[in-house]
């Protein structure tokens, strides 16, 4: 049973910066997903199990950085220079068996977290 526990979400002011944690109970290819109100679930970064192929998308692009810990199998999301468009529900994902290709569609994405709301205030 693949569990995956996400921490650190918070209300912060625009400009703030944010960690995001998930604790995975073993080494998976992940991403790092969001949803806000009204829209659909949408990709933020992902990196596979060796902490390679790195993606991120566009609107985050040098302001959020995606890492692990293959220590304690925990994934990271740094956000820095947040703005109140990245307010969301955050949801780490993993894929099943062993790929190593990170992907954007969460359809490719097998384990989901509960997430952690981060809000961001003008």
């Known amino acids: 049973q693949v569990q995956l526990v996400e921490s650190g979400g918070g209300l912060v002011q625009a400009g703030d910066s944010l960690r995001l944690s998930c604790a995975a109970s073993?080494?998976?290819?992940m991403g790092w997903f969001r949803q806000a109100p009204g829209k659909e679930r949408e990709f933020v970064a992902g990196?596979?199990?060796?902490?390679?192929?790195?993606l991120y998308t566009d609107s985050v692009k040098g302001r959020f950085t995606i890492y692990r810990d293959n220590a304690d199998n925990t994934l990271y999301l740094q956000m820095s220079s947040l703005k109140p468009e990245d307010t969301a529900v955050y949801y780490c994902?993993?894929?099943?068996?062993?790929?190593?290709?990170?992907?954007?569609?969460?359809?490719?994405?097998?384990?989901w977290g509960r997430g952690t709301q981060v809000t961001v205030s003008a």
């Open positions: 994902a993993a894929r099943g068996g062993h790929t190593i290709a990170t992907a954007r569609s969460n359809a490719l994405y097998d384990y």
């Open positions: 073993g080494r998976y290819t």
């Open positions: 990196l596979n199990s060796y902490g390679g192929n790195i």
